[in-house]
């Protein structure tokens, strides 16, 4: 990789009578281990050279003053995906490419949603022909399995996963695609047979279900009872309950959208002990909290999302969680739904919460949002903003060294910041097809003004310059996250058995 035939050495252009195709000029680039001024030059789709004062470009981009950041990669998206209640959300996959791409993201990873009865292998081809269709950017798929029948574990998945798709995920709620713990078990199995890293959606059903119809049986409607229907002690319950699943058989899990104190207490204490257990959150459970659910009549259904919001504490500990390294990376859980009858009052006109779809939009407002806080106002800090939103989840999905970073010889992924640049976020600026946004009014400082996808300008200025279509599948093989560690339950030892092989 990265190797020119005129140069011989990568990133060494001084004998070479070809000028690069393109070079990004005078700005301040950014890795997840530091920050330093330098040149970027690209040819044809690579990035070939990291330096100062490199030789010209046949084209150049003036980054003075501007910060040159990997594109972010967004690990967790609901794109043009049918629902666990059989609802299409609001974006195709050019919207919400599209909608990435203006907001610095350059890879997404979306799901390729199986439901009870559908073969796996065709549900991937299925969500392949709508990506090849539609997207701008790059992208993969999570394969949820909903139905881990003999066929699904040992036909499909190792045939999928050797085609390049090196994740699934798993959910422990929602009605018609929960798994039970024998399934989970199961799949857990199979991933850890053909390496591949498992996803979760980890909440405890039976108290989400107990508690939302009680509460709606008694007349408590409104969405910000959404709230209560999912208590914190069910996101703790199902964490424990995933992570001593996925010790007993050594499989490696990524739990996702943490939104607690004690979710995220319970992945510190896990990987304490030593698991392979990585977590995300989101910036939903960052910026916003369930105040923003208690709005008057039905407005709170926007907010609407599972896990739910939940309180500022929680919003601390999951900053120190990030810092600590408990949480490795920061998805959108993009899943937008219009505030109408195709999407949030797709049910009813008066809906009580349970009956409203759960999720909101998030692939364009992810990185500015994270930039204002980690980066203009400070937390943490630009090398920490790089690392959460595009070398960790690069890294962890098996997509590192070609996405995530700024390196000689990776895809030409690049946002250009202004780190100066003011914008106040409203929908009429996003490019997602949900009609609204959570961070409606926020004024964010930092904004993506050039993004490049493979050495193509995506977006610059305020404008887009990428046709559906242009993004390309990208097959992942695990990484080393998804290496078990060897220490298996003792009870699957055969010497520890009796010299049973289970
Ligand atoms: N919850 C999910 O589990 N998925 C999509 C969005 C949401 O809120
Ligand atoms: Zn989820
Ligand atoms: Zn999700």
Redesign the pocket.
Known sequence: MGERNEVGIAGDHSKSTKPYDLVLRGGTVATASAVFPADVAIEGEIITAVGRDLPPGAKEIDARGKLVLPGGVDSHA?IEQVSAAGILNADTFESATVSAAFGGTTTVISFAAQHIGLRLDEVVDAYHALARKGAVIDYAFHMIIADPTEATLKDHLPRLVKAGHATVKVFMTYDRIKLDDMQLLDVLYAARENRALVCV?AENHAMISWTGKRLVGSGYRAPRYHRISHPRGGEAEAFNRIIALAAFIDQPIMIFHVSSAEGAARIRQARGEGLKVFAETCPQYLFLTEKDLDRPGLEGAKWI??PPLRQPSDQEALWQALLLGDLQTISS?H?PYRFDASGKLINSADPDFKAIP??MPGLEARLPLLFDAMVSQGRLGLEKFVSLAATEPAKIYGLHPRKGEIVIGADADIAIWDPNRKVTISAALMHDLAGYSPYEGRTVTGWPVTVLSRGRVVVHNGSLYAAPGSGRFLAREAGAAAVPTGRRGPELHPEQNFGAYI
């Open positions: 609901h959606h999302c599972s859980d899943a759960n999720g």
